[in-house]
Structure formats: structure tokens, C-alpha cells
């Protein structure tokens, strides 16, 4: 009786075990999109950038990325980007391109089955079966790079960022952020109060304010935000 019972609190232990290492993945999978999207959109309402809660939306986040990259070269370094745009872009394009080679995926295995039920020839299915992994081939390799461009302007945007909150320790925190992407979130998270490295404020201007225009048509005056 008493080995039934230990033998019931071991598998017990051991489903619990199991069910927490499944779903801990998903867990810190979760916890930093959250501290992700609260750090960009604490940081976006804070200077006064149109449509903060897009820090919320998956692909669309990257606007309010490259926005407070823009606005941090725009107004210390008087320089116009357009980090946000591109950004956007490159991360619509990839999400299409991988919804593309999901579906390529998901036909070329239903073609597999099909020519299985008829009794193809194996040189018929080989041939499909190569067909299909060049086609997906095909579509990765621009995928990739989509990617790659995607990452490296993401950091440069992100080092613009850290360099904006905390100057000091800018480095630093995006070699971890590279190194160890959840890192990421932590750091926005952080930060999200901070301003060490943008101007000072105005007493008449409490907050900065993203101006109706593109900046090429507002006055450089050093105070105005993207």
C-alpha cells in the first residue's frame, strides 16, 4: 500500500515536472514580449510618439522602434532617418515570405501523401520530393535575407535606444542583447524611465512632442521629436 502510494506521488511529481518543462518555453516566451512591448511603449508615450500602443502589435512593433531611433538621431545628432519605415517594411515582407513557405510546406507533404495512396513510382516521388525541398530552398534563401537586414537594422536602432536612456552603459547592453536576445527585454524594460542621453527638457515643454510633419518640414530648433 505504502509503495502504491509513494509510486502514485512519483508520477504525479513527474507529470508535474513535465507539464512545467513544456510550458516554460511559452512562459519566457511571453514574459518578454511583455517586457519588450511595455519598455518601447513606456518610452514612446514618455517622448510624445503618435500611436505608442503599436509596441503591442507583433510585426507593427518595429515602427515604435524605429521611431525612437529616428527621433533620438533627429533631434541630438540633426540627422533625418527612416528606420521605422524600413523596419516595417522588411518585417511585412518576412512575415509574408514565412506564411509563403508554410504553405509551400503544407502542400508539398499533401502531394507526398497523394502520390503515395496512387502507387506512384519511387522515382516519381523522389523527383516530387526533391521539387519541393528545392522550391522551399528557393524561398529561404531571400527569406534569410530579409532577416539578416532585418536583425542588423533592429540593433542599430536598438543601440540608438540604449544610447538615448543610458549612455554609459549603451555597449554593454547591446553586445548582451546580441549575445543573449531575452536580454532585449530586460534592458527596454529598464529603461523605459530614463532620458540620460537626450537634451535637456524645457520648463514650457513637459513633454516632447512628435510634430505633425516629417522633420525636413519642421524648424531645427533642437527640441522638436519624431
Known sequence: MYWNSFSDIGESLGALFGLTWSTLPTLISLAVYVF?????YTLAQRRGLRHPWLAWIPVANVW????LS???RYVVRGQVRSKRKVLLTLN???????????VAIIVAVIRWVFSFQAGASETAIMNSIMGSVM?????????????IASAVLSYMALYD????????????????SILFGFTQAIFLFLCRNRDDGMPPRRDDQPQYRQPAQ??????TNGTNYL
Request: aromatic content about 8%; some cysteine; overall charge negative.
Open 214 to 219: 516629417e522633420p525636413w518640414q519642421q524648424d
Open 70 to 72: 529616428d527621433q533620438f
Open 36 to 40: 519588450t512591448a511595455l519598455g518601447l
Open 161 to 176: 535606444i540604449y544610447t538615448s536612456c543610458d549612455p554609459a552603459n549603451n555597449t554593454v547592453y547591446l553586445v548582451l
Open 64 to 67: 515604435i522602434l524605429g521611431s
Open 92 to 102: 511585412i515582407i518576412s512575415a509574408v515570405m514565412g506564411v509563403v513557405m508554410v
Open 135 to 147: 522550391g522551399v530552398l528557393a524561398l529561404c534563401l531571400p527569406w534569410a535575407g530579409v532577416a
